[in-house]
Structure formats: C-alpha cells, structure tokens
C-alpha cells in the first residue's frame, strides 16, 4: 500500500513539475549562453550566476524530492546519473546542461509513437539543441585555456557541427579534460541520432516497397 502512495505522489510530482522545469532549464540555457558568450565574470555581472545558482537549486529540489518519493529508488537513482552530478557538481556549469534532457524526454514521449513525421521533426530539434549546448559548454570549458583553439561560439559551432554530424575536420579540437569528455558524449549522441534517421529512412522505404507490392498484387487479380 505504501509502495502504491509513494507511486502516486511521485507520478502527482512528475506531472506537477515535468513542464515547468522544462521552461526553468530553457532559462538555464539562455543565461548561460550570456555568460559563456560574453565570457563575464561575476566580478563584472553578478545577476547571471545569481540566476544560474537559483536553477541550481531548484534542481537539487526536484532531484532530492524525486529521489524520496519514487518508489524504486535504486533503479531510479542508477537511470538519473545526470542529475546527480548536477546536484553535487554545481563547479561545473556545463554539466548542469544535461538538465535539458528533460525537455529531450518530454518530446521523446509524445513522439514515440508517433507518425513517421513527428519524429523526424524530433530528431531535427534534439540534434539543433545538442549542437548549441554541446557549443556553449565546449567554449566554457576551452576559452580560457592556455593554447585553445575553440575562443570564440562561431569556432565551438563549427566543431560541434562537425562532431555531431561524424565528419570532423580536424581544425578544431578540444585540449582540456572537460572538453574532451563533452566530445565523446556529442560522438556518441551523433552516432545515435544518425541510427534514428537511418532507421526511420530504412522503414520508409520498405513501407513504400510494401505498398507497391501490394498495387501489383491487387492488379494482377
């Protein structure tokens, strides 16, 4: 019974929250871009990082109440990672970035079974907000490096671009340990959207292959 009212209140959390926090890391994502873009310091501007620790908070919110009202709480806990180094890695603000899963989620849900189209349109806009966070958290990581060659947002664009779509040039190139582990996971997110629309092209043809069988067959009779 208790199993159940703890299901419930997490699903009435879920739901009360699931949106909202949608909006509050969309918000994340703009300042943060000011700041990266800018390259500001909190001795020059203070109301961004004011802003950004706000978001961290409620984060930490959301996790630790998800985290006592879910009712598997250890399976929850090993498929929410992510937020957890939000919560205990505030030093790192790229990784507060992975909050935006949220929004990937969202989406992913009411495009699961959807037609052909939506996903395609879910694919586009997951690989467009991949490359813009993936930009502004390799140029937060990198600018400031001794001996860097991602300075600038049209650099970090130009390289995210390139990983994402598997093709790499090669001119530009992350040097620090951050900046290299935000590569790998744009390597690996490329590999995995270009498997979507592998999959979702690969259906599409059989489905056309299927109907024109199917005409010749009714013809034929």
Same mark, same amino acid.
């Given at each position: ?6 299901? *419930?209140?997490?699903? $009435?959390?879920?739901?009360?929250? =699931? +949106? ?7 918000? @994340? ?11 500001? !310091? ?16 409620? @984060?930490?919110? #959301? ?11 250890? !399976? ?7 937020? %957890?180094?939000?919560? %205990?890695?505030?030093?790192? !603000?790229?990784? !507060? /970035? %992975? $909050? ?14 959807? /037609? $052909? ?12 907000? /991949? ?7 390799? %140029? ?18 130009? +390289? *995210? ?9 090669? #001119? ?8 290299? *582990?935000?590569?790998?996971? /744009? ?16 259906? +599409?043809?059989?489905? $056309?292959?299927? =109907? ?10």
């Amino acid at each position: 019974m208790r199993l159940w009212n703890n299901r *419930s209140a997490y699903l $009435r959390w879920t739901q009360l929250t =699931e +949106w909202p926090m949608v909006f509050v890391a969309l918000g @994340f994502l703009g300042v943060y871009a000011y700041v990266v873009i800018g390259d500001l !310091r909190e001795t020059q501007v203070s109301w961004p990082f004011w802003v950004m620790n706000a978001i961290w908070v409620l @984060f930490a919110v #959301d996790y630790v109440v998800s985290l006592i009202l879910v009712p598997h709480t250890r !399976r929850w806990f090993l498929t929410h990672l992510h937020e %957890l180094a939000i919560v %205990l890695l505030p030093a790192l !603000r790229p990784l !507060r /970035l %992975l $909050r935006l899963a949220t929004a990937l989620a969202v989406l992913q849900r009411s495009a699961g079974a959807a /037609l $052909r189209g939506k996903v395609i349109l879910y694919v586009a806009f997951t690989s467009m907000l /991949l490359v813009v966070m993936a930009s502004l958290a390799m %140029l937060d990581a990198e600018q400031n490096a001794p001996g860097a060659n991602i300075t600038t947002f049209s650099e970090a664009l130009w +390289w *995210s671009t390139g990983t994402i779509t598997t093709v790499g040039y090669g #001119d530009f190139y992350p040097i620090t340990g951050l900046g290299r *582990s935000i590569a790998v996971v /744009l390597m690996v997110c490329g590999l995995g959207l270009l498997g979507t629309v592998t999959a979702t092209l690969a259906s +599409w043809f059989v489905e $056309r292959v299927e =109907e024109t069988a199917s005409s010749a067959q009714q013809d034929q009779t």
